[in-house]
């Protein structure tokens, strides 16, 4: 058996992780749309496009999207749900740069797999002059959530190391997205909007989206087991429904004149 590569492993779970993963508020894409003054037809490609989420809101503001997606599973899901948009199978780093083109390169809640040294660089060479990156993420906002402080003993007693919220990852992704962003000199000064907005999970629904997370798809089937059992009796007996919020996150920055 191959050895499994954690930003692959979403395609296990591809139609799991389009029903469940979490939307885009229109007010985060209304931002996207301004801050990168593009507009109907203005050609956009999409990082990571998962299963369609952000390609799907791309499309509503009439942009000609090329969506890039590595995992032939995720990409078979987002034609279905976006087949206005060109899907190509690929990484950004594999991918045949088409230079000096697109209005704007947007990267929903997947710049954190793009490789440091490859990504901002080719990113650049692929916007025409006044392009915009814009990179997205619904970054968990869980500080105080009583239910999420329950959760967290479960996990080091089950799967010792690893955090209930995703907050580690992001609180290293931003700082990281912006010193790569700043690093050749190629894009101006970043943009930060950030909107707050709530989600409600029954337990069912919300074990089945922390099953499509690619740390808990990385875990033995056991272990994964156990801990959602343990986090199932644990929500059941706070209510079976959750509030959980978020705050959406734009970070973007235009490309420099060559």
Do not use: C
């Amino acid at each position: 058996m191959s050895e499994r590569v954690q930003r692959l492993v979403f395609g296990e779970v591809a139609e799991e992780y389009e029903r469940h993963r979490p939307d885009y508020p229109d007010a985060l894409i209304d931002e996207l749309v301004a801050v990168a003054a593009v507009r109907p037809g203005d050609p956009a490609l999409e990082i990571g496009a998962g299963t369609g989420k952000a390609t799907r809101r791309l499309l509503e503001r009439g942009l000609a999207v090329t969506a890039l997606e590595p995992d032939a599973a995720m990409a078979a899901v987002a034609r279905r749900h976006a087949p206005g948009a060109t899907f190509v199978v690929s990484g950004f780093e594999d991918w045949v740069l088409v230079s000096n083109h697109f209005a704007v390169v947007v990267a929903a809640q997947s710049w954190h797999w793009v490789d440091d040294e490859i990504g901002p660089r080719k990113a650049a060479d692929a916007l025409r002059a006044g392009g915009s990156i814009t990179l997205m993420w619904n970054r968990p906002d869980l500080d105080r959530s009583a239910w999420h402080d329950d959760l967290q003993p479960i996990y080091e007693r089950i799967a010792p190391g690893m955090e209930h919220s995703v907050r580690k990852s992001f609180s290293s992704a931003l700082p990281r997205a912006i010193e790569h962003l700043g690093r050749d000199g190629r894009f101006g000064p970043l943009i930060q909007r950030l909107v707050p907005w709530v989600a409600h999970y029954t337990t069912d629904q919300y074990i089945a989206f922390l099953n499509t997370h690619s740390d808990k798809r990385m875990l033995p089937d056991a272990q994964r087991a156990a801990l959602f059992d343990a986090i199932r009796t644990s929500l059941d007996a706070s209510g079976g429904v959750i509030e959980h919020p978020y705050i959406a996150e734009l970070l973007a920055a235009p490309v420099l004149d060559r």
